[in-house]
């Protein structure tokens, strides 16, 4: 069974930074774009940032840009968010979320997603 599991959410002050990640466990032979999104309290969840199979971001949010970093490491599949300069409009649960993912046996996953992880910048 595939498991996206986030971790690395918790409270931190205005100005602060926090990195979470994401890590994938199963009979995993690959991994396609990996993004993390959120949802913030009454809000539609968004997506933050993504980043290919390669590791180059392809895209991040207007609001998030030159603050937050994505990267990945294909051997731990995982991917990480690495955030600064938080601001208290970033509070949310974050979701780690897999394009498609493939297992050794050849079953495809699309569309997955991690149980999230919450953020709560606050004073």
């Known amino acids: 069974q595939v498991e996206l599991v986030e971790s690395g959410g918790g409270l931190v002050q205005p100005g602060g930074s926090l990195r979470l990640s994401c890590a994938a466990s199963?009979?995993?032979?690959?991994?396609?774009?990996m993004g993390w999104y959120r949802q913030a309290p009454g809000k539609q969840r968004e997506l933050v940032a993504s980043?290919?199979?390669?590791?180059?971001?392809?895209y991040f949010s207007d609001s998030v840009k030159g603050r937050f970093v994505i990267f990945r490491d294909n051997a731990k599949k995982s991917v990480y968010l690495h955030m600064n300069n938080l601001k208290p409009e970033d509070t949310a649960v974050y979701y780690c979320?897999?394009?498609?993912?493939?297992?050794?046996?050849?079953?495809?996953?699309?569309?997955?997603w991690g149980r999230g992880t919450l953020v709560t910048v606050s004073s």
């Open positions: 980043i290919t199979t390669g590791g180059t971001p392809n």
């Open positions: 979320n897999a394009d498609r993912i493939q297992e050794n046996s050849g079953r495809l996953y699309s569309n997955y």
């Open positions: 199963g009979s995993i032979f690959s991994i396609n774009t």
